[in-house]
């Protein structure tokens, strides 16, 4: 007779964001003419940018001809891209990475969810909280946690608390652990790592043996030179870093799905590399040339200009979003190197209760703190991924309640 792998039965009902689509659809139901504006999930609203739709026109008609038709490309992604990426991300940073460093991939979300597949079962752990939920989720369902404790805590996980009184800047761990999982830019908190603080990580990492798994699927958001867009502009990062990076928040392939991931050499002796192509090779049959195209096209000089200015857009919802909140009487983070808006809620109100509040008061979605750890509770989460009109009306209609929502 089978076994199921119980550890799924640890893990709460279901995953956040489906919980949430859950809750809207149940609004939308009850008040189908009710004009509701989504800032919940990270979810991008603009179209692709023209030179990459250009690079994906050509693609299909390579696709369309037998002499430049293809069919399974490389595991690891088309040397074309591999290469467009290291002088995009990496050379222009002044950062050295080999091609075969690089894996593409259809999403960082799968990236960060498999990775932890290369450790033991016995590896500890340590995750930011408030954090994005897959780190937790998928080494619930590896059997690397315990059960989930009466404070919203699995038991054998290290949480490093981000909260307002460290900048949402974590503290190191009080007893080592092997992986440690570092999101900078930060979802949900918006915010960003400075180098200084960053340094600490390697530095740490670098004595105690740890690896970092470093989530940097919002760098292209950063604005402050401070905050550096590679944790490889670092010294030393290479001997224990691995670096996940995404297209679909940098130039809106969330439905289009392509990112990639560095595995140096230099971390574990060139083991981890092998082993994570290995992976890969067995597991993945690569991402389809025509999205591989697109995403070189992201680095061309069209590209590179369309692809700023939709970040601008975003930026400039995330400060509309930030002042509107602000001036009504609310504190605000994050918005500057990310685009998200982290909002702190009068004390006593729990954040899933402020979810149904917002709603029926102002019809807008956003998420609860406490769906990304326990010290995310007495927060909650708004996207600048809207559109302008519905950004706007949603922050008009926070503020002509602010006095019920503060409530
Ligand atoms: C989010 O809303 O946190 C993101 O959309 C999730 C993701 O990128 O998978």
């Known amino acids: 007779m089978y076994q199921l792998n119980t550890n799924y039965d640890k893990l709460p009902g279901s995953y956040l964001f489906a919980a949430i689509a859950k ?47 293809r069919g399974y490309g490389p595991e690891q992604g088309y040397d074309f891209l591999r290469d467009a990426i290291i002088r995009g991300e990496y050379t222009s940073r002044g950062v050295e990475i080999d091609r075969d460093e ?8 799968c990236d960060v969810a498999n990775i932890q597949e290369l450790f033991s079962p016995e590896c500890s752990f340590a995750i930011g909280d408030p954090v994005y939920p897959v780190y937790l989720d998928s080494n619930v369902m590896a059997g690397r946690t315990g059960e989930l404790l009466a404070d919203g805590r699995f038991a054998r996980v290290t949480y490093l608390p981000a909260t307002e009184e460290n900048r949402f800047s974590p503290a190191l761990p009080a007893e080592p652990v092997d992986l440690i999982y570092l999101c900078s830019p930060n979802n949900p908190t918006g915010t960003a790592l400075t180098r200084q603080e960053l340094a600490v990580w390697i530095e740490y990492a670098r004595k105690t043996g ?35 990076k995404s297209f679909s928040k940098t130039a809106g392939f969330t439905g289009v799905r392509c990112a990639f991931t560095v595995v140096p050499k230099a971390l574990a002796g060139g083991k981890l590399n092998a082993m994570w192509n290995r992976r890969q090779c067995t597991k993945f049959n690569g991402v389809n040339y025509v999205v591989q195209r697109a995403a070189e096209a992201v680095y061309g000089e069209a590209g590179r200009q369309e692809i700023r200015r939709t970040i601008g857009y975003y930026m400039e919802n995330a400060r509309i979003i930030r002042e509107g909140l602000s001036s009504a009487g609310f504190t605000v983070y994050g918005g500057v190197n990310a685009p998200y808006l982290w909002w702190s809620l009068t004390k006593n109100v729990k954040s899933f209760d402020f979810f149904d509040r917002l709603l029926n008061v102002c019809q807008v979605v956003g998420t609860p703190g406490s769906g990304f750890g326990p010290h995310g509770e007495g927060f909650f989460r708004l996207t600048a991924f809207g559109n302008r009109e519905q950004t706007s009306e949603a922050v008009e209609r926070i503020k002509r309640n602010a006095g019920q929502l503060l409530g």
């Open 23 to 69: 809750k809207i659809a149940a609004y939308q139901k009850e008040h189908p003419a009710a004009d509701v504006i989504r800032l919940g999930i990270g979810d991008v609203t603009r179209p692709l940018a023209p030179a990459v739709v250009a690079a994906m026109h050509r693609a299909v008609d390579e696709m369309a001809d037998a002499a430049t038709f």
């Open 102 to 109: 690089i894996f593409v991939s259809d999403g960082s979300k």
């Open 210 to 244: 740890a690896v970092i798994l470093y989530d940097s699927a919002y760098s292209a958001y950063i604005a402050e030179p401070d905050c550096p867009g590679s944790i490889y502009e670092l010294p030393g990062a290479k001997e224990v870093a691995i670096e996940f």
